[in-house]
């Protein structure tokens, strides 16, 4: 059974990015893969110190942090999946700070000795897993996806844990009013990318 993990850093419970997120889960499993959504918000993860301890050893495994907090467990479940939901809303022109979080633990995935000036992803060489991102903003969608550095991103934590991106969700105008619902054509977009994930 393929196996997705929906890793989901918005604050707002049943917010726009947890509505997105569950459309795509419902296609998926109905579809028949296991699927897992992790909520940052709930999640116990440290803030990265920049030891980098995690990016000496070399290979193409993540190295292991010195923290002892819910990561580990996260990677372990990165490491399992077949592909991923990245999700987070537009804050700030950015990613939310607690997907930022995230993305900054996931320095594990580079091998960066002392003495190089730049990290290499350890999962350069290993074939791509498949990847499908949601963002949401106040904004146009247009506004949103071409100034924004939501998207970017998320595409980089793609790239980060070895995922290709084969489309992004990006909902606009998404805060006009409280408990803005998607609509139906917006589900059913979000549904049809997720599925994307299951092809080929
Ligand atoms: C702190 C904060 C910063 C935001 N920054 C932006 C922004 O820079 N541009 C924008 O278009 N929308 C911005 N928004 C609107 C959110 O992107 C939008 O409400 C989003 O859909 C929220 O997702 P959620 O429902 O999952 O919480 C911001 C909202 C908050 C609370």
């Known amino acids: 059974m393929t196996s997705i993990l929906a890793i989901n850093g918005s604050y707002r419970k049943g917010g726009v990015t947890d509505q997105a997120v569950g459309a795509m889960s419902e296609a998926l499993r109905a579809a028949g893969a296991d699927v897992e959504i992790v909520f940052l918000r709930e999640y116990p993860i440290e803030f990265c110190k920049n030891c980098r ?8 495994v993540p190295g292991v942090c010195v923290q002892k907090d819910g990561m580990q467990e996260l990677i372990d479940k990165i490491e399992k999946s077949d592909g991923f939901i990245l999700a987070a809303p537009t804050n700030f022109g950015s990613v939310s700070a607690v997907f930022k979080r995230f993305m900054e633990r996931l320095v ?39 100034f924004y550095t939501s998207g970017k ?8 844990i070895g995922a290709k991106p084969v489309g992004i969700a990006f909902t606009g105008l998404a805060a006009g ?17 997720a599925l994307k994930l299951l092809k080929g």
Do not use: F, H
């Not at 301890?53 to 193409?60: A, D, I, K, M, Y």
């Not at 960066?112 to 903003?137: D, F, H, I, N, T």
């Not at 991103?153 to 980060?160: S, Y």
């Open 53 to 60: 301890e995690c990016t000496q050893p070399p290979g193409n």
């Open 108 to 146: 594990c995935y580079a091998y960066w000795p002392w003495g190089k000036a730049a990290p290499r992803y350890r999962k350069k060489e290993v074939p791509p897993k498949k990847a499908v991102l949601v963002s949401s903003c106040a904004a146009p969608g247009i506004i949103g996806r071409l």
């Open 153 to 160: 991103d998320l595409k980089a934590a793609a790239k980060t």
């Open 177 to 193: 009013v409280p408990g803005y619902r998607l609509s139906e054509r917006e589900q059913a977009k979000a549904r049809a990318m």
